[in-house]
């Protein structure tokens, strides 16, 4: 291995084990866990508000387009497909935005806002569509939606689109007989390297969940089964020039961005009230403990020093050592905060004073990799998570797999046994694979690729020198902890 390759490796681990170590932070007394993956219903308030709960948010930059990032983020969890007769909408009294924060001081220095208005062609039905739509204007699509985005930067307020067409949920084959035909009339060319598309994909999110069946199925006999597998989320996909979300519009001087994003909604006084927020993957879910996610939801970055506690002295380890004789790091952990909260030194760390907050970090610089790594950084390819994070890095295994300890010289392939999504992803904008169709008879099959392991299996993973029972202990304690998912081992991808 070369040595700037083992530089980028060295950054990598350091990396992901302050976000896979600060997963466990504080997590002892929060009971049973509210959230079922990655920021689905991860809060109380939010669990019975899905249309305003942020799933996931993406960041990275475009393949296709060198120049260009694409920021997709999703809302409404758990979308079954035939989940009639009113189908999957986006709130008509909220605010969805997406911040970048390109001078770290934790604060939104270029906002995307997307609102939304419904159209009923007529209310003398209980249809969403009835008769065939063979487009966004066809009149048998009873119900429609509109979105308004605007990019506001400072005091300055700029419309990038008036009044387009939501893809709407692909309700079935007999309604809708060509639903790509409709996702490529939702994405739309609205200037110079400039992409827009929304409406509902498949769920891009991959793990198993069954983690909450007694740690999957008391044996681990219930893993390898992609949970999500099914299930459709309402979406927005942004594609805009690097210059729009640097500082200064300069990516080369200023390369890093922060993200995050969040959804207001209307109050009573006509106000809005911030009611969910998402940056980096399993952070509210895993992080907080339930006493605080709520708050944080409401929240600023600029607050986020208030979780200092839950990432100083994290608890799980202590447990670990308690329970299975692996020596817990010394506190403070000053390594977790300087790596996790304001990036790391030569990958996604910016330039200057930074105010320490949580946020989904991207370097704009970073050389798009010909044949990505789904470990993203911990697997040598460092334009993976979480440098930014795009639809097919495995957050959970590469989470998983510091836990157990690749930062203290445990190299390892632990995960969930789900090693990438059930459909594959486009290789264009918007990347979101299309919305898995009402008129499918079983949406959430067993996926034959990922069969759950064996009880004879698991028995040989217990057996295996290079896995001890100790570092199976870490992992199994880890999900119940965090919910991230552990299973079998799977082999690196170099």
Known sequence: MSQSRLNQRRAGVALMAAGGLLATAGLAGLGPLSATASSHREAPLIAGLPQYDNTDLYAFRSPERPNTVTLA????????????????????????????????????DVTFRWTFKDHYRSKN?????????????DTNLNFYQTYRLVRIKGKSTKV????????????????????????NQATTNIGTNVQSFVGQAEDPFFLDLRVFDLLYGGDLSEVGD????????????????????????????????GTWSTTSKKSVGGGYRQVSRLGSPLVNEVVLPLAVKDAFNASDPTQDVAALKYVTNPELPRLIEAVYGIKAPKTPRNDLVSVFLTGVEGVNKPKGKITPSEQLRLNLRTPITAEPNRLGVI???????????RLADDVVDIALQVVEGELVGNPNDLGDGVDANDVEFGDSFPYLAL????????????????????????????????????????????????????????????
């Open 125 to 137: 039905t209980f249809l969403y569509a009835n008769g065939p739509v063979t487009s966004l204007d």
């Open 435 to 494: 919305p898995v169709s009402g008129s499918e008879p079983d949406p959430h099959p067993t996926d034959p690729v990922n069969q759950p392991a064996s009880a004879k299996g698991v028995t040989e993973l217990l057996q295996n020198e290079t896995v001890s029972a100790s570092a199976l202990g870490v992992g199994m304690l880890a999900l119940l902890m965090g919910g991230a998912g552990f299973a079998r081992r799977t082999r690196r991808e170099n």
């Open 379 to 389: 697997g040598g390819d460092t334009q993976g998570f979480p440098n930014g994070r």
């Open 160 to 183: 990038l689109v008036k009044s387009r067409k939501v893809a709407p949920s692909n309700i079935g084959e007999a309604s809708m007989p060509d639903y790509a035909k409709l996702r």
């Open 226 to 257: 992609d949970t999500l597998d099914g299930f459709n989320v309402n979406s927005v996909a942004l594609q805009v020039p690097r210059r729009w979300i640097a500082k200064n519009g300069n990516s080369q001087q200023n390369p890093v961005i």
């Open 73 to 108: 983020a999703n809302w409404i969890p758990f979308e079954e497909p035939a989940g009639g007769p009113n189908f999957y909408s986006f709130a008509t009294d909220a605010r969805y935005d997406i911040h970048i924060d390109n001078d770290a001081d934790a604060k939104p």
